[in-house]
């Protein structure tokens, strides 16, 4: 592994973090390359993996919000996004990204399991990241995340994430900008965050997007499950991107998971902030989840106790 730790000067350790719940931009090397993340907050450590075509800073406020629940997070930019250079290593697959973020963790002295959440993208790298590197999560919040393999269903028909061509995805995401003053907030993010993205590095926007198009993870997923190990899934119903069916999918192969269902797109995190932390704090409550879930004894997986039915929240 071709890695240099950070400095004093340059990265918080592992112990210590910026008191402020704005996100502190720093840089290190990871694989030999360059790596952009953010950093806040004292406690517990969440580590939040954003979706694709955005990078950290597309979060920030959503990521405030969170830190003021009482953690501390890290949300590097994934490779190819943000200032984070590509992956050295091919193919490009999540897997290779789940071990990027692995070695990511490993350069900032991160050695305990923490509490990973995903949105989008991100969530089918934390899921890989927690089956291949088991020692490295306590636990899961999936955000509007991929990973499950059914795209769309009626009656008896279903039609899998293979069979999706690459045309729906566009035909769907203005439908995520809407209504206009969710549009408002949303669209000045990816004019900012996801169009320096592609002309940094055309190649790497592109070939991150076919890899989440076709991405099943149930196989993981029902591993995960048979670990016991805690997972809450979070959806908007009013996404398109990921699809009601692979929300209800991913919950199956879970076996009953904690699965809360927000007023939303699929960016609702962007677009509503304060939502956000709403829900974090109130129904996920992410702070005492990653308490718990740092007890000494977390390596011992127990299997998780019956979670509430899925319930709606504004």
């Not at 269903?153 to 039609?159: E, L, N, R, T, V």
């Not at 499950?225 to 009601?244: E, S, Y």
Request: hydrophobic letters at 45%.
């Amino acid at each position: 592994m071709d890695t240099v730790k950070p400095s004093e000067a340059n990265a918080p350790s592992a112990t210590q973090a910026p008191p402020s719940s704005r996100l502190e931009w720093l840089e290190i090397s990871v694989q030999g390359r360059p790596c952009v993340y953010g950093v806040a907050g004292n406690g517990p450590t969440v580590l939040f993996l954003h979706g694709w075509g955005l990078d950290h800073r597309a979060y920030k406020r959503a990521l405030r919000r969170l830190v003021d629940s009482g953690v501390r997070v890290l949300a590097p930019a994934l490779p190819g996004f943000g200032g984070t250079d590509r992956l050295s290593t091919t193919p490009y697959t999540i897997e290779t990204i789940a071990t990027w973020v692995a070695e990511f963790l490993d350069v900032l002295g991160t050695n305990a399991p923490v509490l990973v959440m995903g949105h989008s993208f991100g969530g089918g790298v934390a899921i890989v990241l927690a089956h291949e590197h088991p020692e490295k999560v306590s636990g899961l919040v999936l955000v509007n995340s991929i990973g499950a393999s059914t795209w769309s269903g009626s009656g008896s028909k279903i039609k899998s994430m293979a069979q999706r061509p690459l045309w729906d995805w566009g035909l769907h995401f203005p439908g995520d900008l809407w209504p206009i003053g969710q549009a408002r907030r949303v669209l000045p993010v990816i004019t900012q965050e996801a169009i320096p993205n592609l002309l940094r590095d055309p190649l790497s926007f592109w070939r991150i997007a076919g890899v989440a198009r076709r991405a099943d993870l149930t196989a993981e997923l029902q591993d995960l499950n048979d670990r016991g190990l805690p997972v809450v899934v979070l959806w908007g119903n009013r996404d398109k991107i990921v699809t009601r069916e692979a929300f209800e999918e991913m919950c199956r192969v879970l076996g009953d998971p904690k699965a809360v269902t927000v007023q939303g797109t699929h960016a609702w995190l962007i677009a509503d902030p304060d939502a956000f932390g709403e829900v974090m704090t109130n129904v996920v409550d992410v702070a005492a989840l990653a308490r718990s879930l740092a007890a000494p004894a977390r390596h011992e997986r127990r299997r998780r106790p019956a979670h509430d039915a899925t319930s709606d929240t504004a």
